[in-house]
Every structure is written in C-alpha cells, then in structure tokens.
C-alpha cells in the first residue's frame, strides 16, 4: 500500500520561492508517475506538475512553465517540487499524488499543503 505525504507550504510574497515536498512510503513501481496538483477556494483541481518515479523530464501546466520544477530522489522516496517566482493567483492548497503508469488515474493522494503567495 503505497501513501503519500505531502509538506512544505506556507506564506510567501509575490516573487518569493517555496519547496514542496512529497514522501512516499510503501512498494512504488518504476513506471509510476508522480504529480502535483493544485485547488484554489471555489475552483476546481487542476494539474502542476508531474515526473516519472524512475526519472526523465518533468511535465508542466502551461501556467507555471519556467518557474516550477519537479524532481524527485529515490534514495529519500521524494518529490520535490521547486516553486520560483511566485504569484499570488499560484495561492492554492497543493496535493501530491501517483499513479501505476501513463494511461492510469491518480489514485493514491497526500495530504494538502496550503501555499498562500502574498501581493
């Protein structure tokens, strides 16, 4: 049973940087896809950022292409997720998940992190 744990908001002024991290414990494929994904009050979830647990490039959102990067560290069963530049329309709770490969759904979550980017 695989579990994520997802840490590292907080409150950040416009321009400021934020590390998010995801641990993950249990059995975890090498096809497995990691992502990070984002809810704002009142809006619906949506899609960051995402890696393949074996490596490889990551994928991104339009929105936040060239100030976010995932990368993750095997040896520590983590994602990170670095976040540069920060506006205050990427406030949001942030949500790690996985999936078993490309063509599956995310089915295993974390926990949110609230990220608040002050203007």
């Known amino acids: 049973q695989v579990e994520m744990e997802g840490s590292g908001g907080g409150l950040v002024q416009a321009g400021g940087s934020l590390r998010l991290s995801c641990v993950a414990s249990?059995?975890?494929?090498?096809?497995?896809?990691v992502g990070w994904f984002r809810q704002a009050p009142g809006a619906e979830r949506q899609f960051v950022a995402s890696?393949?647990?074996?490596?490889?490039?990551?994928r991104y959102a339009d929105s936040v292409k060239g100030r976010f990067t995932i990368s993750r560290d095997e040896a520590k069963n983590t994602v990170y997720l670095q976040m540069n530049s920060l506006k205050p329309e990427d406030s949001a709770v942030y949500y790690c998940?996985?999936?078993?490969?490309?063509?599956?759904?995310?089915?295993?979550w974390g926990q949110g992190t609230q990220v608040t980017v002050s203007s």
């Open positions: 998940a996985a999936k078993e490969a490309l063509g599956y759904q995310y089915s295993v």
């Open positions: 249990g059995r975890i494929f090498s096809s497995a896809i």
């Open positions: 890696i393949r647990w074996d490596g490889g490039r990551g």
